[in-house]
């Protein structure tokens, strides 16, 4: 199933949510020349529809060709149980509810690959689909101003950096993790960070309510508890 809808209409319920596999973000073209290339064929297909969809098929069909084609070699994808552990920490990292999140990105990197003639998964397959698996899963927080995609990215690098030092899962012990129970990984969150000292100031409660809110919004985990 396919869907659109606009966002500015009202938001879909996270548990409805939670069922698409894949979202993105749709915004208008800014490029000048793809603009202009978009009304000529918008205004080719009113003229005549039968002629555009003729003048498109060779295109369309090299397209269908592909696909047909990575539908058949799926199935000879492989992705490494390290990868699939990446995910995994990714996901409990961001605070995503279920394993939805986890399954859909394991089989987009696979598609992915399949699709590209490839057969090994590797973590920049991952990073390339990750976004579009889990931006609309995340808890929205209307005082966030980090988007949902860039706390996707972060969580990713983040994973990928701990690896990258050795520490933590698998080996246990490293950067804040911990070893759970069947090997899996247990990531504990850091504490937020302490407010910076401030100059003494004089005390009004507007003053207070600035104070308390500045710390506030400085001391708050990027991703949703």
Excluded at 8 to 36: C, H, I, K, N, Y
Aim: one cysteine or more.
């Amino acid at each position: 199933m396919i869907g659109s809808g606009n966002a500015a209409e009202g938001e879909l319920r996270p548990q409805l949510l939670d069922r698409f596999g894949l979202s993105v973000d749709v915004r208008t073209m800014a490029d000048v020349a793809d603009r202009a290339t978009m009304v000529r064929d918008r205004l080719a297909y009113e003229t005549n529809p039968t002629a555009f969809a003729a003048g498109c098929e060779a295109e369309q069909a090299e397209l269908r060709g592909k696909l047909v084609a990575a539908t058949a070699a799926l199935k000879a994808v492989h992705m490494s149980p390290e990868v699939r552990l990446h995910i995994s920490e990714m996901c409990s990292l961001l605070g995503i509810d279920g394993i939805r999140g986890d399954i859909t990105v394991n089989r987009a990197a696979r598609a992915l690959v399949a699709l590209e003639g490839r057969e090994e998964v590797t973590t920049a397959d991952v990073a390339r689909v990750a976004g579009m698996c889990l931006n609309h899963r995340l808890r929205k927080d209307v005082l966030d101003e980090i988007d949902t995609g860039t706390k996707v990215a972060l969580a990713w690098r983040r994973v990928r950096r701990r690896r990258d030092r050795g520490g933590g899962c698998p080996g246990g012990g490293g950067d804040g993790e911990r070893r759970g129970e069947e090997g899996v990984c247990d990531i504990a969150r850091p504490a937020p960070a302490t407010a910076r000292p401030r100059r003494t100031r004089l005390y009004t409660p507007k003053n207070a309510f600035y104070a308390t809110t500045k710390t506030f919004l400085e001391t708050r985990p990027f991703v949703a508890a």
